[in-house]
């Protein structure tokens, strides 16, 4: 059974810090990695994706992928309180049609 | 504009009918998915169809059925069969590859009185 993993949190920063959301994955050849921010009653919304290993900048979200570690992060720069929400980590298995998701991390940017 | 549509966006149900969700999309996508997400959780996968006639079970599909006769539809229907369906309903799609991003709908909330 291939896996992602998050912590669940909830993941507590302050306004203005460094918000740092970390997955694990099993599956050794995934080659896509996504981020989805999901709101309270809404639906996901794909926020970064990365493929190579490094990483990928986009105004204050960062994402970092060390496929030989199976460790994929998202750095939130200058947090702010619209940036409160679940974060999901999804990576599509390598061969078939689905795409795993974890389980999310709840983060909370208090002003 | 391209997108997904899911309907209705709330639904309430008494135990023992049957309901039918609605998910339509004009992305022009090949394959298409069914996830059910709980208070507190994440995505688990219900069934998906890469092609139109064609469809597979994913993770919890007990209780759930899908047809799959148009590109564009994939509705989903919540059987009696199904002992705890409240929960909120997300309908997805994606170009055939499955390296690319998931589009989602905006979700159905599904409560059983």
């Known amino acids: 059974q291939k896996e992602v993993e998050q912590n669940s949190g909830p993941l507590s920063v302050p306004e203005g810090a460094i918000a740092s959301l970390n997955c694990t994955y099993s599956d050794r050849g995934s080659q896509s990695f996504f981020w989805y921010r999901q709101y309270s009653g809404k639906s996901p919304e794909l926020i970064m994706f990365?493929?190579?290993?490094g990483d990928k900048e986009d105004g204050r979200f960062t994402a970092q992928l060390n496929k030989a570690s199976q460790y994929v992060s998202l750095l939130i720069r200058d947090s702010q309180p619209s940036d409160s929400a679940t974060y999901l980590c999804?990576?599509?298995?390598?061969?078939?049609?689905?795409?795993?998701f974890g389980a999310g991390t709840r983060l909370f940017v208090k002003a | 504009d391209g997108g997904i549509t899911q309907s209705p966006k709330y639904l309430f149900r008494k135990e023992g009918q049957n309901v039918t969700l609605s998910c339509e999309q004009n992305?022009?996508?090949?394959?298409m998915y069914w996830y059910r997400q709980d208070p507190g959780q994440g995505l688990r996968l219900i069934y998906y169809s890469q092609i139109v006639n064609d469809f597979q079970k994913g993770d919890i599909a007990e209780g759930y059925s899908v047809s799959r006769e148009k590109k564009e539809s994939f509705p989903l229907t919540v059987t009696s069969a199904q002992k705890n369906p409240t929960a909120f309903y997300l309908c997805a799609s994606r170009t055939g590859a499955n390296t690319g991003e998931l589009f989602f709908g905006e979700g159905s909330r599904l409560t059983v009185l």
């Open positions: 999804a990576v599509p298995e390598t061969g078939g049609f689905k795409t795993i």
């Open positions: 990365i493929y190579s290993n």
């Open positions: 992305l022009n996508h090949d394959a």
